[in-house]
């Protein structure tokens, strides 16, 4: 936007962007479960056992709290990519 021509410029921003967006998603779940709607990854859900009807469900048990630390921290790894 503002004419900046670095790749590493470019490349920082990438990161942000996706630390972002990750933030977004994770931010908007509980509005999204109230609509029985759920958009995390579920690679990563299967991983803990957690079903998309336990974030519906609104269940906060620590298989539930682990995916979200999880996806938590890949945005936390695009920031420190960032750093």
Do not use: W
């Amino acid at each position: 936007i503002l004419g900046v021509r670095d790749i590493h410029a470019d490349h920082a921003a990438s990161h942000i962007g996706k630390a972002q967006g990750i933030v977004t998603c994770l931010r908007a779940t509980p509005y999204h479960c109230t609509r029985r709607k759920v958009f995390l990854p579920m690679d990563i859900c299967m991983l803990h056992g957690v079903s998309q009807e336990d974030f519906i469900r609104g269940k906060q048990e620590k298989n539930v709290r682990d995916v979200i630390f999880d996806i938590a921290s890949q945005a936390h790894i695009h920031l420190e990519h960032v750093r």
